[in-house]
């Protein structure tokens, strides 16, 4: 997936290994939708790596607009992150523009996955560790968001994208990815009492050994 690209130039991207007869199917029957629970495992690893190339290309694209934490902001963060999460992350308000979805999702469409979100519609993105937010932050929009920087910072963009585009295929729908049902769930648990204090990096850590993300 990369963002950036007229959406024309999609298929041209794929590698010549995976012109396959679904690909070429995909190109000359549109409405075609391929039952996911084929996707050969080449296919979702084209996607996969697709979704970390967007990833990484958007946390460049809004570098250079992008702060640190402000000192309220960080306070209020300090009981539940660590400091090297406090210290990389980064926060960028877009005024005036929102974020594009990824060209990708043009192919994942003819492929039959349903239920992507449309970015444009979310309050925030994050990539990595740069926080891109459609509005002003509030305390509960920076914690669930830094909660997907520890899910990123433990796991690294090629499993976070594995297991993004998994949540997918696997038939479920934006809020019923494991990696936003445990940022939600948190961010709860936060916004219900903020005195009782928890590590972040601990449940994100248990629940990954557990392999629920
Ligand atoms: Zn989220």
């Given at each position: 997936m990369?963002?950036?690209?007229?959406?024309?130039?999609?298929?041209?991207l794929?590698?010549?290994?995976?012109l396959?007869?679904?690909i070429?199917q995909l190109?000359?029957?549109?409405?075609?939708?391929m039952?996911?629970?084929?996707?050969?495992?080449?296919?979702?690893?084209?996607?996969t790596?697709?979704?970390e190339?967007y990833i990484?290309?958007?946390r460049?694209?809004?570098?250079?607009?992008a702060?640190p934490l402000?000192d309220?902001?960080?306070?209020a963060?300090?009981?539940f992150f660590?400091?090297?999460?406090?210290?990389?992350?980064?926060?960028c308000?877009?005024?005036?523009?929102?974020?594009?979805?990824?060209?990708m999702?043009?192919m994942?469409r003819?492929m039959?996955?349903?239920n992507?979100?449309?970015?444009?519609?979310?309050?925030?993105i994050?990539?990595?560790?740069m926080?891109?937010?459609?509005?002003?932050?509030t305390a509960?929009?920076?914690?669930?968001?830094l909660?997907h920087?520890?899910?990123?910072s433990?796991?690294g963009?090629?499993?976070f994208?594995?297991r993004?585009?998994?949540g997918?295929i696997?038939g479920?729908?934006y809020?019923?990815l494991?990696?936003?049902?445990h940022?939600?769930?948190?961010?709860?648990?936060?916004?219900?009492n903020?005195?009782?204090?928890?590590?972040?990096d601990?449940?994100?850590?248990?629940?990954?050994?557990?392999?629920?993300?």
């Amino acid at each position: 997936m990369c963002g950036f690209l007229p959406k024309g130039l999609t298929f041209s991207l794929l590698s010549c290994h995976l012109l396959s007869s679904s690909i070429t199917q995909l190109i000359i029957y549109p409405n075609f939708s391929m039952d996911l629970k084929n996707l050969s495992p080449a296919m979702a690893s084209q996607l996969t790596s697709m979704v970390e190339d967007y990833i990484t290309s958007s946390r460049k694209k809004y570098a250079p607009q992008a702060v640190p934490l402000a000192d309220a902001q960080r306070s209020a963060m300090q009981p539940f992150f660590s400091l090297a999460v406090l210290d990389s992350a980064r926060l960028c308000v877009l005024r005036g523009t929102r974020v594009s979805n990824p060209s990708m999702y043009t192919m994942a469409r003819m492929m039959g996955i349903r239920n992507l979100p449309d970015f444009a519609d979310m309050a925030a993105i994050t990539f990595v560790d740069m926080i891109v937010s459609h509005q002003e932050f509030t305390a509960a929009l920076i914690f669930h968001e830094l909660v997907h920087v520890v899910q990123y910072s433990q796991m690294g963009v090629k499993e976070f994208a594995t297991r993004y585009v998994n949540g997918f295929i696997q038939g479920g729908s934006y809020e019923q990815l494991p990696l936003e049902t445990h940022a939600y769930a948190l961010g709860d648990r936060f916004s219900q009492n903020a005195s009782q204090v928890f590590s972040v990096d601990d449940e994100v850590r248990q629940w990954r050994e557990a392999d629920k993300l």
